[in-house]
């Protein structure tokens, strides 16, 4: 992200329109009929497992929009422990050992405990989650995410009436992850929310998408996902999730603050310092749409930031 501007984005790395599935593939793909034939469930470079998490419930909180492809939503990524390029992670993500993993969740709770991903897997109904996705680049997506509320685990170990914030730790592994011998950013990646935005029902832990077990280059085996905030906030490979009384000091906000707000809330009215948020993107389209305001999630999510300057919490 502090690498290269939208405007260096070269058309050639995205996928064209014209491999989009359309709308009738994808709603068989939504029920969990994903036919093998129509559509690239081993992407190149895609590194899942193709198993699939099935079956799943469907979410009243999902978009009627069409989804990118698998191919696109699985190689066009960012995740710098794997390299700053936007086909790195695809590449290299292959080196990242998925399981088994173990999910910590410490700090200010009445009952912190280690959960086994397969747990996790369990721990509420799998749903399916269709979100419109921003990043702060100033590309978008439409991914059909599997996972549950973040709600459901955070109940679990019971916050205590100081946690006021929720910090998520990546995993921060050298010999599977070579982006982290270099300091690009200050490792582990740390990401957060307040604590209700971690509770509200968009917020989830994502452990898959299009069905299946989750691609390593999208953060494997499992990640945040908050739909009405830049991508960034969308921390991969999470190893520990820590209530704390204090915002968290994140990494992006770290290397620069000026640039990469704690909120991260989609907010077209606040550019970016280098470019303009107002249009994005979405990736296998030429011409740019106009952004909406918390990415259009403005119904559910406005009332959490009710009386805040959004320009200075951006
Ligand atoms: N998480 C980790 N651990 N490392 C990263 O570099 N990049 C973030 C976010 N989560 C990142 C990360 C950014 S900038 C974006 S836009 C999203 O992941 C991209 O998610 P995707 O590749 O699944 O679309």
Redesign the pocket.
């Known amino acids: ?1 502090l690498i290269r501007k939208p405007s260096d984005i070269l058309p050639s790395e995205i996928t064209p329109e014209a491999t989009y599935r359309d709308r009738r593939t994808f709603l068989a793909a939504a029920g969990g009929l994903l036919a093998a034939a129509a559509l690239p469930l081993k992407a190149k470079g895609a590194q899942g497992s193709g198993a699939n998490l099935g079956p799943l419930q469907k979410s009243p909180l999902s978009t009627s929009e069409t989804p990118n492809t698998y191919a696109q ?1 699985t190689q066009y ?5 794997f390299g700053t390029g936007k086909d790195d ?1 695809a590449r290299e993500a292959w080196r990242l050992k998925p399981r088994p993993w173990e999910v910590k969740v410490t700090g200010l709770c009445a009952k912190p405990r280690t959960f086994g991903i397969e747990e996790l897997l369990k721990l509420a109904p799998l749903e399916e989650r269709i979100y419109r ?1 921003r ?3 100033g590309w978008s ?1 439409v ?1 059909p995410w599997v996972g549950f509320p973040i709600k459901a685990l955070l109940d679990k170990v019971q916050p205590l009436g100081s946690a006021r914030f929720v910090a998520f730790f ?1 995993a921060d592994r050298p010999d599977q992850m070579p982006g982290v011998r270099l300091p690009v ?1 200050d490792w582990p ?1 740390l990401e957060g929310l307040r604590l209700d935005e971690a509770n509200h029902p968009l917020a989830i832990l994502a452990v898959g998408l299009y069905g299946q077990i989750l691609p390593n ?3 494997a085996p499992i ?1 945040l996902v908050a739909p009405w905030k ?3 906030k ?4 999470i190893v520990e999730i820590r209530l704390v009384k204090d915002q968290p000091w994140t990494s992006w906000a770290k290397a620069n603050p000026n640039e990469y707000g704690f909120y991260a809330n989609v907010n077209p009215n606040h550019d970016h310092p280098r470019w303009s948020q107002k249009t994005e993107r979405r990736i296998g389209e030429l011409l740019r749409r106009p952004t909406q305001m918390f990415n259009g999630y403005g119904d559910q999510v406005a009332h959490l930031y009710r009386g805040m300057d959004l320009d200075t919490y951006f």
């Open positions: 992200m939503v990524n960012n995740f710098y422990e992670p996705m990043c702060v680049e997506m991914i990546s950013l990646y280059q999208n953060g990640r830049y991508g960034f969308g921390g991969k490979s």
